[in-house]
């Protein structure tokens, strides 16, 4: 009983921080990073896929933020704007 509640908890705060900017077409974590593409959308993963570019960006980012954010089910890519 509380394995659920805690994990309806945290699914509620992750559907809550996220921020999907479809005027710009950016992603933005509930810490304040933004990335190019919400890697929860299919659509999102494919043309992520595709973008070399983004997945640098990835790679090279060494922000230990990201390891959070993954583990709280937010998964963007291709960083743009890093907050500080």
Request: aromatic share 10%; no cysteine; charged share 40%.
């Amino acid at each position: 009983m509380k394995f659920t509640l805690l994990a309806l908890l945290l699914l509620s705060l992750n559907v809550a921080a996220r921020e999907y900017n479809a005027e710009e077409g950016k992603y933005k974590s509930r810490f304040g990073n933004e990335y190019e593409y919400d890697l929860s959308k299919p659509s999102d993963q494919i043309r992520y896929e595709t973008d070399t570019r983004a997945q640098m960006r990835d790679e090279l980012d060494v922000d230990p933020r990201r390891e959070i954010e993954r583990d709280l089910g937010q998964h963007g890519g291709g960083k743009v704007k890093r907050r500080y």
